[in-house]
């Protein structure tokens, strides 16, 4: 939905769960992204537990983690995602007078706008959710309530057992055999797929070096570094301003997404398009890990069109520093504008490789994995 | 700050495990081929596959000819030794191939070496064709058995020489044809393995009419009076050019020396048969003579899944001149060399080192870069002619996934 769209916004509003207040200051180039005043929920939400009788709680748990920034990244909002749905969907019974599919399909989409209210959906999160659908409306009739929720709860299961941590365990595999001895590793943020990279290739001893970058106002990279530290590999860690100084010394550049799109644009974390930008003037080869299932048909040119806009507050404000408050009072002024973004997209030319389940691909060959592999397997 | 570059450290530690620089007194073969004595292949940092194509275009001296007839009488036995002609090679090994002189039993490598000798074969199609003698000596009673023993053929071949991208490839489509058809098992064994053999067979022709089909292609994108810049000596690019020379369009063929291999005059000395004006050029002219070409045309070793080949020494160098001038550039290459690689730069694929002759002691020192091949990567590349079609460099990894998914 576009959310430059007054009527369809009242609507919707008139229907949410969540009450959500509309942010004063928007920059122009982004009005039709939704975006809310942070932190003016959580209570509201808090004290109405008890009293929602269509939303399941698992469900309502997993919206107040997303709303909360709890739950981070894609892989993890997705398995949250099912596994809430999963529950939903055991403590599920039909009621009289309705069939399964269709009382299910629509009740799935009514948890999915709770949950778009809390966070914007992800792409791997809108994949997921197609699939469910999917499954539920190719339901044979035949089946009996019980058998249907069984058989739906295993195709879950299996959906998040293939595609998401066997497909993890596979680019690993492939990721693993471009590390050298020698090497020095450069990777933005913090992606589960690259960490696990990083940790199997230094058990297979491997010696190599991780810088690792990072930005405000998230710091993700600060998680990513403690878990690398933990475990001996040697790290150097700076932020996104210093990576031009420091791309000179590096050879591989790994990074995460959060999706691929059709004309081979990676859809990461903001920052990302730098790092890669850079890396291809230094000529450093730039290789992207991504689950097969986080691809979709879209084409993106820029990072507007479709983005997600987080908390302005963060990046007015320093944690911990409360010296640094040279634009407290000024939020509210017509002229000042904070934008706060959380994506963006980077163009196929930066990007040297992409590794997936389906193995070592370049950005052109996208468009094939889709068309070959959404065809028959679990999504049509 | 090269010093400091993983580069340099990888070089560093490449170079303390290679062997001596050769003696200068020997010529291009200056070993006997390596797989005289044992199915592994003892100088394993010196590519076998680079080897035998030194063999094949080499320009056969009066000494070499004497090393390789005092070859021939000391291992009169050994099946896969060198023979002093290709034809002899061909019969003894053929014969040799089937029943080992010291009463081994049969050695893939062995039979995969003989037919590896003739000049005309890709090594893709003589790895093919032992995998097909493998199966009509097999002992092997079912479908499972039969592709154990082939999956075991197959990567003892691939181990012997790592370095070749068409022997891996040729290996891979084999065992990927061979379990695909097993799980139709509704016939009964014999008829299956008959089947299979007839296949490897026509895989045989298939590379033949591989080269016609290209040489076809092609022909739209020379026009008369076109100069065009070769290097290495592939077959079907010779093949290209001798279609265009039987179809009586007149252009003109430059073509470089091709160092250490000389491949440049062997080159020539094939085109100069077929009445084609060619003008032999050093490596380091080619980007002086560079605005006078209208058409790159290379080979290729292999073709890897970014688009990109991997070819002679020497090919990115002239890929590069030849973009930076806006010269098309085209890559004549049979499928069955698109292989599963991807490397990222030109040091990400295993080595393939061919000992270089300067004709002058070097002082041991001095360090030679002696790797045979390099990596074009597919930006520089225009077009690629296949006997799939011509395609975009992008199209590759499209084809690749088709097949091997």
């Known amino acids: 939905m576009q959310y430059d769209d007054k009527s369809r916004v009242e609507k919707a509003k008139k229907r949410a769960v969540v009450k959500q207040t509309e942010a004063r200051n928007r920059v122009e180039l982004f009005r039709h992204l939704p975006q809310y005043e942070h932190g003016t929920q959580l209570p509201d939400l808090e004290t109405k537990f008890f009293e929602l009788d269509p939303m399941h709680p698992a469900v309502y748990k997993v919206g107040l983690q997303y709303l909360s920034g709890d739950i981070r990244g894609g892989n993890a909002r997705c398995i949250a995602m099912f596994q809430a749905f999963k529950e939903a969907i055991k403590d599920y019974s039909t009621p009289p007078e309705k069939t399964l599919i269709r009382d299910l399909t629509a009740r799935i989409s009514s948890y999915v706008s709770f949950l ?26 035949a089946l009996s309530e019980s058998e249907a929720k069984s058989t739906l709860m295993l195709d879950i299961d299996r959906f998040i057992n293939e595609k998401i941590i066997l497909s993890e365990k ?74 031009s100084c420091i791309m000179q010394d590096v050879t591989r550049v790994f990074l995460g997404a959060s999706s691929v799109l059709s004309n081979g644009t990676v859809y990461s974390r903001v ?110 | 700050m090269w010093w400091r570059s993983a580069s340099f450290i990888l070089d560093r530690q490449q170079h303390q495990n290679r062997t001596v620089a050769p003696s200068p007194e020997s010529f291009l073969l200056s070993s006997p081929p390596p797989m005289a004595d044992s199915p592994l292949n003892p100088k394993s940092n010196i590519s076998a596959y680079y080897q035998t194509r030194a063999a094949h275009h080499a320009v056969v001296t009066t000494d070499w000819l004497a090393q390789a007839q005092a070859a021939v009488g000391r291992h009169s036995d050994d099946d896969g030794s060198l023979g002093g002609d290709k034809g002899a090679a061909r019969i003894g090994g053929g014969g040799g191939g089937e029943e080992e002189g010291s009463g081994k039993a049969f050695s893939v490598i062995d039979e995969f070496n003989s037919w590896r000798k003739q000049p005309a074969l890709a090594e893709a199609v003589a790895a ?28 003892s071949l691939k181990s012997w020489d790592t370095t070749s991208i068409s022997l891996t490839a040729g290996c891979d489509l084999f065992m990927l044809y061979v379990t695909r058809t097993s799980a139709l098992e509704y016939e009964d064994f014999n008829s299956a393995k008959s089947r299979l053999i007839e296949r490897a067979e026509k895989f045989g022709e298939i590379s033949c009419k591989a080269r016609r089909i290209i040489a076809m292609l092609s022909q739209d994108f020379f026009f008369d009076g076109c100069t065009i810049l070769v290097h290495g000596f592939s077959r079907v690019v010779l093949e290209v050019l001798k279609t265009a020379a039987e179809n009586k369009k007149h252009f003109r063929v430059l073509c470089t020396e091709g160092r250490p291999d000389r491949t440049g005059l062997r080159f020539s ?63 004549a290459a049979e499928s069955y060399k698109f292989a599963r690689h991807y490397p990222l730069d030109q040091k990400d694929m295993s080595p393939a080192r061919r000992p270089i002759d300067f004709g002058v002691p070097i002082p041991s020192k001095v360090e030679v870069e002696t790797s045979a091949r390099d990596y074009t990567p597919p930006q520089y590349l225009t077009l690629l002619f296949t006997d799939l079609g011509v395609l975009t460099p992008s199209v590759i990894s499209d084809e690749l996934i088709q097949l091997y998914l």
């Open chain 1, 170 to 243: 596979v680019i690993v595999k492939h990721a693993v055999t471009k590390i050298r001895d020698g090497d020095v590793l450069l990777t933005y943020g913090a992606s589960s797929v690259v960490e696990m990279i990083l940790l199997h290739a230094h058990e297979l001893g491997k010696h190599f070096h991780v810088v690792v970058v990072d930005s405000r106002p998230k710091l993700e990279g600060q998680l990513l570094l403690r878990r690398l530290v933990r475990k001996g590999l040697s790290c150097t860690y700076t932020h996104v301003n210093a990576v």
């Open chain 1, 271 to 380: 920052g990302t398009a730098c790092v890669a930008m850079v890396a291809h003037a230094f000529h450093v080869p730039v290789l992207v890990c991504c689950e097969a299932y986080k691809f979709h048909e879209r084409v993106q040119l820029d990072s507007i069109c479709f983005n997600e806009l987080g908390n302005p507050d963060a990046i007015s404000k320093v944690q911990g520093r409360k010296e640094i408050n040279y634009l407290d009072g000024l939020v509210n002024q017509e002229n000042l504008q904070l934008l706060n973004l959380i994506y963006d997209a980077t163009p196929s030319d930066y990007v040297s490789m992409i590794i997936t389940d389906y193995g070592m691909i370049p950005p052109t060959s996208v468009p094939v994995i889709v068309r070959e592999y959404r065809r028959d397997h679990l999504w049509s």
């Open chain 2, 128 to 155: 093919i064709r032992a995998l097909a003698a493998v199966i009509r000596t097999s002992g092997a009673a079912t479908m499972m058995e039969l592709e154990i023993e082939l999956k075991k053929a197959s990567d």
């Open chain 2, 269 to 331: 000395n094939e085109l100069a048969k077929l009445d084609v004006p060619v003008k032999l050029l050093i490596d380091s002219a080619v980007a002086y003579t560079m605005d006078e070409v209208d058409v790159v045309l290379f080979g290729a070793d292999g073709v890897v899944e970014s688009g990109g080949i991997i070819n002679m020494m020497g090919t990115f160098q002239i890929a590069l001149v030849a973009h930076s001038m806006n010269k098309p550039v085209y890559v």
């Open chain 1, 116 to 141: 778009i209210e809390c966070r914007p959906l992800s792409i791997s999160m809108g994949n997921a959710i197609k699939f469910l659908k999917n499954r539920i409306a190719k339901l044979p009739l």
